[in-house]
């Protein structure tokens, strides 16, 4: 049973670019959250999306947009990349329904030059 | 909002030490809480998880409480080994969604 998988591992672009980051959760979970984790501290809740919709957003910009697929794999796209966004991007997904434990990948890591 | 606090940020014990790594959380309207670890570059691995009904999990060497009224939880490993050095993270879920509120974490090196 494959946990969840996140693609590229890593990436390099210049600011000012957008980027498009990919993840396919984990088999039987409908739920993804993002999450940034910058250096040294912990992760940052960024967006979840269930049933193909945006159900709960954190306290990111509008740059982070997101998509979820029929088959429940998930992007998150950010535009107009800035220094500050260099970080390990983190999926995960969860099981139907809240509270209910989540399952990470490996992270994309991300560097912005 | 809720905020998570971990203490000590960084430990450095010898091998063979029992030790306990401790989270508190602001907002007690917990769902359940979620102890990670995290080796360097790398993803997250799901230790244990505690529902807000419970007071202790335990899963081989580790055992994590939860004090959930007073808005703490500790994590103890035993007879800590090297292999046990990484970044230990914990997080609570809210009761309006699954979404994680995560510590800064605790960095911990177990010396041969």
Redesign the interface.
């Known amino acids: 049973d494959a946990g ?1 998988t996140q693609s590229p591992t890593h990436l390099i672009k210049t600011r000012g670019q957008q980027v498009t980051l990919r993840c396919s959760p984990k088999s039987g979970h409908d ?1 993804v ?1 993002w ?1 940034q984790q910058a250096l ?6 960024i967006f ?1 999306y269930y049933e193909e919709e945006e ?2 957003r ?1 306290n990111f910009p509008d740059r982070f947009s997101g998509h979820q697929f029929p088959n429940y794999s998930s992007e998150l796209n950010v535009n107009a990349l800035l220094l500050g966004d260099s970080a ?1 991007y ?1 999926c ?1 997904s ?1 099981r139907p ?11 994309t ?1 991300l560097t912005v030059t | 909002k809720q905020e ?1 606090t971990q203490i000590p940020a960084a430990l450095s014990v010898p091998e063979g030490e029992n030790l306990v790594l401790n989270c508190s959380f602001t907002d007690s309207a917990i ?2 809480l ?1 102890w ?1 670890r995290q080796d360097p ?6 230790l244990l ?1 505690i ?1 807000s009904s419970q007071r202790e999990q335990t899963s081989g060497r580790l055992n994590a409480s939860l004090d959930k009224s007073s808005g703490r939880s500790t994590l103890y490993i035993a007879a800590s080994q090297p292999g046990d050095s990484a970044t230990y ?1 914990c ?1 609570v ?1 809210e ?11 605790t960095q911990l090196t177990v010396n041969p």
């Open positions: 969840v739920t959250s999450y040294g501290q912990g992760p940052q809740f979840q159900r709960q954190g390990l983190l995960a969860s329904g809240t509270g209910i434990e989540q399952y990470f990948g490996p992270g890591r | 998570v769902y359940n979620q990670f570059g790398k993803g997250l691995t799901s998880l529902q993270l997080a879920t009761t309006s969604g699954s979404r994680l509120t995560f510590g800064e974490g």
